[in-house]
């Protein structure tokens, strides 16, 4: 089993950014580091080409779950309507 500690930077980043409390704005224009982006497209373009070793599956994996939680919030943030008062 992979040891899995490749992506735990990313968790990190994206807790760190949660735990700030971002505001709508904050949250619905978020992008993650020139790092992950960087990281990802390298892990991307590597799967293209050859085969992905167990750690970088899991950590390709881990950036696709967070990006779907991310992209999950913003599209809850999107429809929400203010409550009236």
Not at 1 to 15: D, G, H, N, Q, Y
Not at 30 to 39: I, K
Not at 60 to 76: C, V
């Amino acid at each position: 089993m992979p040891k899995k500690p490749m992506a735990s930077w990313l968790i990190e980043e994206v807790a760190k950014f949660l735990a700030g409390a971002p505001s709508r704005e904050e949250l619905l224009t978020y992008r993650p580091s020139a790092q992950a982006q960087q990281r990802i497209k390298r892990l991307i373009g590597k799967s293209k080409s050859e085969a992905l070793t167990a750690d970088e599956e899991w950590e390709l994996n881990q950036f696709e779950h967070l990006e779907m939680l991310i992209q999950s919030i913003k599209a809850k943030l999107r429809t929400r309507r203010p409550v009236a008062s």
